[in-house]
């Protein structure tokens, strides 16, 4: 983990960054899906000191959710004084699920792919709300859950721009602290809201150990065997789209 002092010089430069690239790409504001958790948490945070209260949007959007994810959401949102929207998304994921589950007869989706399809249609929500308003889609992921691959493709994993990208879990909750995010949420265990069981439950693997092997290359063995196996086998989740490529004249870039 970072120096304290030399994490938070980084955080007020992310800060600066977040407010550049809105102003380069001449968005009005961005959208942040709201889960109550510690990584969308920071980034509302980061997001308002760089652009303003009224230039954030946090979006809550339950989907077979606990009751204390929304009310952590809403904590958020009132810490630091920005809108909040809630689109529940419950009915819309039970009625798609069905309309797949019937239209392939004799196939029904599995535990993974119905899991999955929470956060890509989150994804879709940000997205539709983000164009209207003439806003960006910020993201909320951080280091450790790239590395493992610990994120759903084109879901929670696509976004404009993501401030966190390269901060571990550690140190975004220090960002967290140092920019005033409730108590609550800083010592809420991490729980993605889509298994009924914790991030690191999940895993297999602490997000300190992840950290570990991130800053060392090493940590407990058993732990390093699954980190390399799931960072191996999530590679595709953090390369651009393969594509077949053949040598044509081109005009742009």
Known sequence: ??????????????????????????????????????????????ATKALGKDKVVTVAMPCNSIQTDLEDAKLVAQKFEVPFVEVNLTSTYNEFENTINKSLSNIELNKDSKINM?????????YAIAQTL??????????????????????????????IANFTVDEVLSIGEYLGVPDKII?????DGLGGQ??????GVTYK?????????????KAMENIEKR???????REPI????????????
């Not at 909320?140 to 696509?158: F, I, P, Q, R």
Request: with cysteine; proline share 3%; charged share 30%.
């Open 1 to 46: 983990m970072l120096e304290k002092n030399k994490l938070f010089e980084e955080a007020e430069k992310a800060i600066e960054w977040i407010r550049n690239y809105v102003e380069k790409i001449g968005a009005k504001g961005v959208v942040v899906g709201n889960s109550g958790g510690k990584d969308s948490a920071t980034v509302i945070g980061m």
């Open 118 to 126: 929470k956060p890509r249609l989150r994804m879709t929500t940000l």
């Open 134 to 163: 003439g806003y960006l889609v910020i993201g909320t992921g951080n280091l450790c859950e790239t590395m493992v691959g610990y994120t759903t493709k084109w879901g929670d994993s696509a976004s404009d721009f993501n401030p």
């Open 187 to 191: 010592h809420k265990a991490p729980n």
């Open 198 to 203: 914790t991030d690191e439950e999940k895993m």
């Open 209 to 221: 150990q992840i950290a570990e092997y991130i800053e060392t290359g090493r940590t407990e063995s």
């Open 231 to 237: 960072n191996k086998s999530s590679k595709h989740k």
């Open 242 to 253: 393969p594509v077949y490529n053949f040598e044509r004249k081109k005009y742009l870039d």
